[in-house]
C-alpha cells in the first residue's frame, strides 16, 4: 500500500541553525501539507501546497519557515534559523485530487526535531 | 480558538464492548470530517470519515456518526479490541470557494485503553 515518508525520523539541531525535513508524498497525490504537533498539544496546520506554489499557510508558518517541491517526488520544509520553540514533531500529508472521495489526507511518520 | 474539541482526554473500556468517542465542533463551515488513530512516535493513520451530507460511516468495526445540528459527532467501536488502544483524533475540513485547501483542524485527542 503506498504511504508517505519523511526523513529524518529525528532531528536534533543548535538553535539558529538550518533544518530541511524531507517527504516523499503518494506518488499520484497533488495536494501537499505539512503540520506540527508540539508535545502536549494538538496537531497544527502549517501549510499546502499544490501546483508549485502555496496555497495556504497558518500564522506560524512566518518568514523563517518555507516549502519547496524541488522534483517529481520530494516535498521539503525549510526552517531557516530555528529557534527553541520550533522544537515539535513535523508531519508531512499528502492528498490526491480532489472529489468526495477523496479528501482524505494520508500522513508520514513524522520527523522529530529537537532545538537545543 | 478550539474549533474542533474533544472533551474527553482519556477513555478506558473492556475487551469486547464498545468504545464510544465523541468529537464537537464549532465552524459551521466544516463539510468533512475524519478520525484518525495515532500510536506514539508514530504518524496519524487515517481509520474514517464522513461528509456533512451523510449522517453514519461505516467500516468493519468502526461507525462514525454526525449530528449537525448538534455539531457533534462520534466514533463507535465495536467490539473493541487491546489493538486499538491508541490516541483517537478527530479533524474536521471545510471546502473553499475556488479551490480546495481542505486543511484540517484536529482536536486535541483522546486515549482510548482497550484493556483485555
Known amino acids: 500500500e503506498p504511504e508517505v515518508t519523511q526523513t529524518p525520523s529525528h532531528q536534533v539541531t543548535q538553535m539558529g541553525q538550518e533544518v530541511i525535513l524531507r517527504c516523499v508524498p503518494i506518488?499520484?497525490?497533488?495536494?501537499f501539507y505539512w503540520y506540527r504537533q508540539i508535545l502536549g498539544q494538538k496537531v497544527e496546520f502549517l501549510v499546502s501546497?499544490?501546483?508549485?506554489?502555496?496555497?495556504?499557510k497558518s500564522e506560524i508558518f512566518d518568514d523563517q519557515f518555507s516549502v519547496e517541491r524541488p522534483d517529481g517526488s520530494n516535498f521539503t520544509l525549510k526552517i531557516r534559523s530555528t529557534k527553541l520553540e520550533d522544537s515539535a514533531m513535523y508531519f508531512c500529508?499528502?492528498?490526491?485530487?480532489?472529489?468526495?472521495?477523496?479528501?482524505?489526507?494520508?500522513f508520514g511518520p513524522g520527523t522529530r526535531l529537537l532545538v537545543l | 480558538d478550539q474549533q474542533v474539541k474533544q472533551n474527553s482526554p482519556s477513555l478506558s473500556v473492556q475487551e469486547g464492548r464498545i468504545s464510544i468517542l465523541n468529537c464537537d465542533y464549532t465552524?459551521?463551515?466544516?463539510?468533512?470530517f475524519l478520525w484518525y488513530k495515532k500510536y506514539p512516535a508514530e504518524g496519524p493513520t487515517f481509520l474514517i470519515s464522513?461528509?456533512?451530507?451523510?449522517d453514519k460511516n461505516e467500516d468493519g468495526r468502526f461507525t462514525v456518526f454526525l449530528n449537525k445540528s448538534a455539531k457533534h459527532l462520534s466514533l463507535h467501536i465495536v467490539p473493541s479490541q487491546p489493538g486499538d488502544s491508541a490516541v483517537y483524533f478527530c479533524?474536521?475540513?471545510?471546502?473553499?470557494?475556488?479551490?480546495?485547501?481542505?486543511?484540517?483542524?484536529f482536536g486535541k485527542g483522546t486515549l482510548l485503553t482497550v484493556n483485555p
Open positions: 500529508a499528502s492528498r490526491s485530487f480532489p472529489t468526495s472521495a477523496s479528501e482524505t489526507q494520508y
Open positions: 506518488s499520484n497525490h497533488l495536494y
Open positions: 501546497f499544490y501546483n508549485n506554489e502555496i496555497s495556504e
Open positions: 465552524n459551521s463551515m466544516f463539510d468533512y
Open positions: 464522513i461528509s456533512s451530507i451523510k
Open positions: 479533524a474536521a475540513s471545510a471546502s473553499h470557494s475556488g479551490g480546495s485547501n481542505y486543511k484540517l483542524t
